[in-house]
């Protein structure tokens, strides 16, 4: 097993996470398309090559495509098309479709209207021609056709999602797409199953916009850290196969730094420890190896590995939801032991004194479910004097949110 640090891990380095793996893959066996939501960093993309796998050892096909490079609706069949190939689909409808879209690329780049799909494709036999729609649906008749079975994932979908609402504010690109692809997951599901990954987030987009009538076809699921007995397997395991050894109390205190016992969090603090303990042959890791490697972890060098979480905070929330969310967080990270909901709400008051105090209510109860949603807080529950608090989940990220942030 390798230590990986931020790229999706396959095969031997992919840990556990066999009943999430079951679980995705009976859903959609059974004949649902699968949307699932976690917060980034969490191991979706991983999960999702797990599955594939597993697709693959029934006989079907697998391919997945990460939209987050994708601009617009061509760019999206563009990747999609190439996934397809790649995954060994041959029918004649997606050598032409993918000859049209380069054409199409080149010749209509930027002046592509509202969802176009009715593009005019010359379909090469005679003169015949067809629009890009109808060769779509050709491709996805020919796969139910074919007999074969395949499972395709879409990695980082609200990514393009907002790319297409940039293009048009007035949102008709983003329902046209929206509109089409739900169709197309309806029409062609005996033989093709989707599996539409994304950080949390999607629905509230959706809802937000009204356009959840658009994704009421897939089936919600969600990925979480590891549980302690997992997380501490992981570790050893890690450990193991670097030929250290770390004993249980070693792990548990690992645990016990880090707060919330992400894959991606261990990966990075074992890469710490490890590179604490010299050539070989190599010592046992000490506690303290556990606090340095942790600390350690917070200083600039490895900001790269948490900035996503403050550069993408903004994401689903307008101006005053955002201040609202940083707020809280600035005030949260000198706080280990976390704040109540009253004295966050105070705090936000103080920050917009002319503003309606229900408006600030609401205001603080829909930030704080966004950031519980994607991961930044735990709500911890009502004690007997000051009710519901919320605290840093992860304590690596409330360490790096302190250091950029307030210090
Ligand atoms: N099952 C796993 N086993 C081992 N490491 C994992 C696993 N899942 C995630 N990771 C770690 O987390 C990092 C991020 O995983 P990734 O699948 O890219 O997450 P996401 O797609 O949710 O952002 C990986 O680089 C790896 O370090
Ligand atoms: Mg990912």
Redesign the pocket.
């Known amino acids: 097993m390798n230590n990986?640090?931020?790229?999706?891990?396959e095969g031997e380095?992919?840990?556990?996470?066999e009943n999430d793996t079951q679980r995705l893959w009976s859903t959609l066996e059974e004949g649902n398309h699968v949307l699932l939501l976690?917060p980034?960093?969490?191991?979706?993309?991983?999960?999702a090559h797990?599955v594939g796998q597993e697709a693959q050892r029934f006989h079907w096909r697998f391919a997945l495509a990460d939209v987050q490079g994708c601009r617009d609706e061509l760019g999206f069949l563009d990747r999609l098309f190439q996934e397809l190939k790649s995954a060994g689909v041959h029918v004649p409808a997606l050598a032409r479709l993918t000859e049209f879209i380069t054409y199409a690329r080149r010749e209509f780049r930027g002046k592509l209207g509202a969802g176009d799909f009715s593009l005019e494709v010359n379909s090469g036999e005679g003169h015949e021609t067809s629009t890009l729609e109808h060769q779509i649906e050709r491709l996805f008749r020919d796969i139910e056709q074919s007999g074969d079975k395949i499972l395709i994932a879409v990695?980082e979908l609200p990514v393009l999602l907002e790319a297409l609402e940039e293009a048009d504010p007035d949102q008709r690109r983003l329902h046209a797409f929206l509109n089409w692809f739900r169709g197309l997951r309806l029409r062609y599901r005996e033989n093709v199953r989707w599996l539409l990954?994304g950080?949390v987030g999607l629905d509230t987009f959706a809802e937000l916009r009204r356009l959840t009538a658009t994704i009421n076809d897939l089936q919600p699921e969600s990925l979480g850290a590891y549980d302690e007995p997992t997380a501490i397997a992981?570790l050893q395991a890690l450990a193991a196969s670097k030929g250290i050894e770390m004993d249980e109390a070693i792990c548990r205190l690992v645990l016990d730094q880090i707060g919330w016992p992400?894959?991606?969090f261990l990966?990075l603090v074992f890469h710490e420890i490890y590179t604490r303990l010299g050539p070989p042959p190599r010592r046992k890791p000490t506690p303290d190896d556990v606090k340095q490697a942790c600390e350690g972890l917070i200083a600039p060098q490895f900001y790269k590995h948490f900035e996503p979480w403050r550069g993408r905070l903004s994401e689903g929330l307008d101006v005053e939801h955002h201040k609202t969310a940083v707020t809280m967080l600035n005030a949260l990270c000198a706080k280990p032991a976390g704040l109540s909901r009253s004295q966050l709400t105070s705090l936000v008051q103080a920050k917009f004194p002319s503003k309606d105090p229900d408006d600030i209510a609401r205001m603080v109860a829909t930030t704080l479910g966004q950031l519980e949603r994607d991961g930044y807080l735990l709500k911890q529950a009502a004690t007997e004097d000051g009710g519901t608090t919320y605290a840093f989940r992860s304590f690596l990220l409330r360490g790096y949110w302190h250091a950029r942030e307030v210090a």
């Open positions: 990986i640090l931020g790229q999706p891990v380095d992919f840990f556990d996470r976690a980034r960093r969490v191991g979706k993309t991983s999960l797990r990695d990954l950080s992981f992400l894959p991606f990966q």
